[in-house]
């Protein structure tokens, strides 16, 4: 089961080392809607999914994936719900 990941500064700066260059976050701007990043303790982007393209998810190599036994990556597009 995944464990909750804190929402720090400590979470924040490994996340953008994975979030920040994948493919799916700068091209939709994803940084420009609530909740900016840390998808995997915050939730999924508001922004509306029509609008988000799938362009591939680099949470597989984040160290906190392993850490918090997260599973399914994806998490600014499916939230934190686990896999799909
Ligand atoms: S698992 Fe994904 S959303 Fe969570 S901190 Fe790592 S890169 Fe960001
Ligand atoms: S949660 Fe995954 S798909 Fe979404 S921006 Fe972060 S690394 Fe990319």
Do not use: I, W
């Not at 995944?2 to 994803?30: A, H, I, T, W, Y």
């Not at 984040?62 to 939230?79: I, V």
């Amino acid at each position: 089961m995944p464990k909750p990941v804190p929402d720090d500064e400590e979470s924040m700066s490994e996340c953008r080392k994975f979030c920040g260059p994948c493919p799916s976050f700068k091209p939709n701007q994803l940084n420009e809607f609530e909740p900016h990043a840390l998808f995997c303790s915050r939730g999924k982007t508001e922004k509306p999914m029509s609008e988000v393209k799938n362009n591939g998810c680099s949470c597989f190599g984040c160290g906190l994936f392993p850490k918090y036994e997260l599973e399914g990556g994806f998490f600014c597009m499916h939230g934190t719900g686990g896999k799909k």
